[in-house]
């Protein structure tokens, strides 16, 4: 059975962080503070979903597992899972 790299998340008032786990190991990892003046956070995480799926596929990652770190599926947690799914990532 192949193992397939885990995308972990971490949900605050202020940022949402991702990384990218493989084995225990972090193959990479991003953080992204919302900003008050721009579009709504939900929007602002659905664009940041985009970016780290896109860097997945750039990093030859399609398949992946998603783990939420016990958030709820709702919101920001689930734009952020929207937008990959989007950047043409498999859950």
Known sequence: MKKRIKVIIFRSNRSIEAQAIFEDKVKFGRKYVIKKAEES?????????????????KNNIKNIRFDRNDFKYHGRVKAFAKGMRRAKVVF
């Open 41 to 57: 956070p939900v929007l602002q995480c659905k664009s940041f979903g985009e970016n780290f799926g896109a860097e997945l596929i």
